[in-house]
Each structure stands twice: as C-alpha cells, then as structure tokens.
C-alpha cells in the first residue's frame, strides 16, 4: 500500500493538453446552454442557492475530511476523495436530473453557479482540508502545490469557457443551440476516449490498485448523494428539488481532478486512480438512481 503513495499514471505533455482543451470545449458546450435568466432565477429563490452551495461546496468537503480522519486512507488516495469533493458539479448532472424528473432548470443554474464559485472554492477546499491533515499536507509540501496557479487553471478550464459560451448565447442563440447539440456530446466522447487512452497505457498500475479505491469510491459517492438529499429535506424542498440537489452533491467534475491531478501531482497514483474510477462510477450510480427516480411519483 505505501507504494501507491509514489505510483505515477504516466501521461505525456501533449495529452494533457488535449485534456484541458477538451475539458474547457465541455464547459464551453454546457454554457451555451445557460442564460442571464438562469442566474436571475436562482437569485429570486435564494434558499435554493443556499442549499446548493451549502451541500456541495461547506459540507461535502467538510464530510469527506471527517470520513478521512476516521478511516485513514492511503494519503494519496485521501487526497483524491478531498479533490473530487472539492470540484463542482458535473456536466451530466443535469442530463441526469432530466432523466430522474427532477428539476432540471435549477440544475442548469446550479452548475452554472457552482462552476463560477469552483474558480475559488475548489482551490480554497482543496488547499484548505488537505492542510489539515498531516498525511496529505506532507504530500502537498512535496509537490509545492501554488494555490494562485491552481486558481489560474481553475479559471482558464472553467470561468473563460463559461463566459465565453454565454455571451455567444446571448447573442445568437439560435448558434448556440445548433453548437451545443454537436458540441456536448462530441466533447464528452473525446473527454472519455483521451482518459481511457491514458489509463489503456498504465493497465499494470490501475489493475494493481484498483481494489484499493473500488470500495472507497462507490462509498464517497453514496455518501455526497445522500447527503445532498438529507440537506434539502432539512430545507423542506420539494422532492423534485431533493432529487435534483442529491444529483447536483453526487455527480462531480472528476474530469476537472484528474486534469488538476495530472497537471500539479504528475499523475499521483492514489489520487489519480480514485478521480479516475469516481468518473465512472458516478454515471454508473447517477443513471440508475435517475431510472430509479424517474418511476417515483411525487412532488411535493
């Protein structure tokens, strides 16, 4: 196990490049998508902000550093799990919230929020928790993680690519809506092929340690939705509404994590292995948690 800690996902230069451009083409696809008005709705319904931003970016993360402290994983892989928390939303989630009948225009602008409000909270969440912990401090004063360049990513892969794809729908939505029904799906093929190329060429590694995250993985998980859920009935929202925070907490850009992974720890094993199978579990879980849901009556 102590291995993992120095395991290595090798991932050249020009791969990580494309990485980042597909992951900003994603952002850029989802935010063709969004509207002043997404913004301007969640505003006038300030609880639900609250709930969203309270679920995923105050107690997921807090969450995950306290299962952390009680289990006491590998520090790598301690790592990952307070990466993945500390990332946004995913961009499916709001596929997912369609298929579950949840709410899908709240979910369209809680990612749109969350995404702007990651370009801090994911550095500060990230730096902050893994600080707090001794095991992944250690790892993080070996690499000499800078939070200001951790930010300048953050912004470059998410804030640009965002605005960007809100002025043009804005300005000619009709060119919008054409671009992002090539774009999302398009961006999401190229986004899986490139990780599943990068893992296809450290097979030995990932089938090495895979056992150590699977369970791990799929708990964290279980963990975000459940808790998104639990704090919007706290919160006296509606099922629909329910369902769609519990979505919004458990599907995260692990996307986002791998790329900040390969970019700041070099492919850090534990961290990479644990982001890259959330990435998949999540849909795994996300899909039939909407099938699930999408037979459930209830609205209120």
């Known amino acids: 196990m102590q291995e993992l800690d120095s395991v290595k996902i090798n991932f050249d230069t020009n791969g990580l490049w494309v990485l980042n451009i ?26 639900l902000v609250l709930v969203g931003i309270l679920s995923q970016f105050i107690l997921l993360p807090l969450l995950t550093f306290l299962v952390v402290l009680l289990i006491k994983p590998q520090p790598s892989i301690a790592l990952g799990m307070m990466m993945v928390a500390a990332c946004p939303g995913g961009n499916i989630s709001n596929f997912m919230t369609h298929l579950a009948k949840g709410n899908t225009a709240l979910s369209i602008s809680l990612t749109a929020f969350a995404t702007f409000f990651a370009i801090f909270m994911t550095p500060f969440n990230f730096q902050f928790y893994g600080s707090l912990y001794e095991p992944t401090a250690q790892l993080l004063k070996e690499v000499e993680l800078s939070p200001f360049e951790l930010v300048k990513l953050v912004t470059l892969i998410l804030g640009i690519p965002l605005v960007f794809g809100m002025v043009v729908r804005n300005y000619n939505e009709k060119l919008a809506l054409k671009l992002s029904k090539i774009l999302r799906p398009l961006s999401i093929i190229i986004f899986a092929a490139i990780v599943v190329i990068a893992f296809s060429n450290n097979l030995d590694v990932f089938n090495a340690y895979i056992h150590h995250v699977l369970l791990l993985g799929i708990s964290h998980n279980i963990v975000a939705i459940t808790l998104g859920f639990l704090v919007a009935s706290l919160f006296g929202l509606s099922f629909k509404n329910k369902k769609t925070i519990a979505i919004e907490t458990g599907i995260q850009n692990s996307g986002l994590g ?15 292995i644990l982001a890259a199978f959330w990435g998949i579990w999540h ?18």
Not at 258 to 272: K, V
Not at 286 to 296: I, M, T, V
């Open 22 to 47: 597909a992951l900003a083409v994603v952002m850029f696809g989802v935010a063709l998508g969004i509207t002043l008005n997404d913004f301007k709705n969640l505003i006038r319904q300030p609880k």
């Open 258 to 272: 791998l790329l900040l992974i390969f970019t700041f720890f070099n492919g850090l094993g534990g961290m990479a």
């Open 283 to 300: 849909i795994i879980s996300g899909l039939l948690l909407a099938f699930y849901w999408s037979n459930k009556n209830g609205n209120s």
